[in-house]
């Protein structure tokens, strides 16, 4: 809302989001105001990025609890991962897990992303080892990919953090659509009162 004036509904229960809730925002470019005084176009449109906001994701969500199978679709059509994490105390507003600690926030997103793409590298496996089983060097290169993809995954690392050629990662990887392999900010959602004196919260993160 902040950001685009989306005016997506906030309230002070789990789920409030359901549908996901989109705004566009304009990206600040100074450049544009130059190139405009030099070559007077009839109009001017600056880049924009399309932000959108998704139900919160709970323990379990790889297995379909909360809203699980629904925030996974969506979230795996974005570009990028923006990451609210709660990061204040306020009795009045509740909090899913009963309290506040963003690190096990932070790590209950991370373990139920890893999961739902370790499905997913799995059920690719299946295919890509009978094709491998005929000799098809393709194959047996993708099933070697993939299975070190798939143990990075089961030691809880994220597919974005892994050092693969550029071509295993355009051919292998990308079409997968992994979730933890898009980039992710983490932004720390303070108080008013710690975003000046510091958030002890933010600084663990």
Known sequence: NCLSNAKAQSANFPFCTIEPNIGVVNVPDTRLQTLEELVKPESVVPATVEIVDIAGLVKGAS???GLGNQFLANIRETDAILHVLRCFDNDNIVHVDGSVDPIRDKETIDIELQLRDLETVEKKLEKVN???RTGNKDAIKEKEVLEGIKQALEQSKNVRSLILKEDDRLDFV???Q???DKPVLYVCNVDEASAKSGNAYAEKV
């Open 63 to 65: 297995k379909g609890e």
């Open 130 to 132: 009978r094709a491998a």
């Open 178 to 180: 992994l979730i933890t």
């Open 174 to 176: 990308k079409p997968l």
